[in-house]
């Protein structure tokens, strides 16, 4: 059986190394493995939901269109596109809608979140919540079940809405006919939530970020801003004091990642830790950053190849879609 591997980035800014490791690189190995179909794709409709810069939408979907195609995405072996080229996913997301449960939605983490910053500050819970946020894992659940995903690989900021996409489809099984596969969350074991330079999540909404694509200078530069203790040289450190551990731990082997503990607990100077970790990403980022300038010299040609996925994509989307409608009792007059 063909395994079919699905993920999106969200287009509100400049791709980082949370986004690579939690999501791009396991995807772009996944698409490369024997029979798999994958689809690969920029979230743009949810960029709106964060952002309401247009020029930061329209320069971070260029931004994130050339990092998947540096990073190794075969636009031949994969379906790659941009969310909003797809009208049917918008069609799906209503459907979907209207048989999910509000009380689900108030279960994801992203509204909690927002409401518990109210109440924490005394002000009314839905205080500048949009109905974007509140219903951002529906369009997310649409995304994903109309391609029949079988594995979505994310971050784990991500697993609850990849279940609750499953939970939708699941309903949408009983409620009408088996028209939607269950999709899973994909996880890479070694990668933890990467920690950004002002110790949040590292997320491209937060300005925190380290960049995928930056000169060799200026990724050692973001590199050395993040946050350690004040522990001298000499002085035993651990692996969990400071987010630089996480950061070297997704980027090497099992034995570099033992070897570099090993140093820490020995008296490895901050500064040192900074200069390999510089090192190893420069190791794995430098051909790809050298491909993203060059795809980014020419945005006709990125335009051309989103046009030609969206046509694969959405072929397969309104085959499902008419399937859908019929399902539920959208049909011809006849
Ligand atoms: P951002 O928060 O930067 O806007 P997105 O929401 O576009 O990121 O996420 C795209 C993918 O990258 C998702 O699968 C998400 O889980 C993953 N991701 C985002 N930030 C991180 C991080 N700090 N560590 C690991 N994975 C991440
Ligand atoms: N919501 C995801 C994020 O912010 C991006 C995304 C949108 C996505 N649709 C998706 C990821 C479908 C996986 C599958 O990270």
């Not at 050692?220 to 035993?236: C, F, R, S, Y």
Request: charged fraction near 25%.
């Amino acid at each position: 059986m063909t395994k079919r591997v699905l993920t999106g980035v969200t287009t509100t800014g400049i791709p980082h190394l949370g986004n690579y490791v939690g999501a791009i690189r396991p995807a772009i190995r996944a698409s490369q493995e024997e029979n798999t179909e994958s689809f690969l794709f920029l979230a743009d409709y949810h960029g709106l939901i964060k952002c309401r810069d247009p020029e930061m939408i329209h320069q971070s979907t260029q931004a994130v269109a050339a990092t998947w195609l540096a990073c190794g995405l075969d636009p031949e072996r994969t379906t790659f596109y941009r969310q909003s080229d797809i009208p049917e996913i918008m069609e799906l997301n209503w459907i979907l809608t209207c048989i999910t449960a509000k009380g689900l939605m108030n279960r994801a983490h992203a509204y909690k979140a927002a409401v518990q910053a109210n109440e924490e500050e005394g002000n009314d819970p839905d205080a500048a919540v949009d109905m974007g946020l509140f219903c951002y894992p529906m369009l997310m659940s649409a995304d994903i079940l109309m391609f029949r995903a079988h594995d979505v690989p994310v971050g784990r900021d991500q697993i609850q809405h990849v279940e609750m996409a499953r939970d939708i489809a699941g309903r949408f099984n009983h409620l009408y006919r088996d028209l939607f596969v269950l999709p899973e969350a994909k996880i890479e074991e070694n990668v933890q939530t990467l920690v950004g330079l002002d110790g949040r999540k590292m997320s491209k909404s937060y300005g925190n970020t380290i960049p995928l694509v930056e000169t060799e200078k200026k990724l050692q530069k973001a590199v050395n801003k993040i946050v350690t203790n004040l522990k001298e040289p000499g002085e035993p450190k651990g692996t969990d004091e400071s987010p630089l551990f996480e950061i070297y731990k997704a980027f090497a082997t099992e034995e570099e990642t033992a070897a570099f503990a090993v140093s820490l607990a020995e008296g490895l100077a901050w500064g040192e830790a900074k200069k390999i970790l510089g090192a190893k990403l420069n190791e794995e980022l430098a051909d790809k950053r050298e491909r993203y300038h060059e795809l980014t010299a020419n945005p006709a040609k990125i335009e051309e190849i989103l046009l030609a996925g969206a046509k694969k994509a959405r072929a397969e989307a309104r085959e499902l879609l008419t399937q859908v409608r019929d399902a539920v009792g959208i049909r011809v007059l006849k």
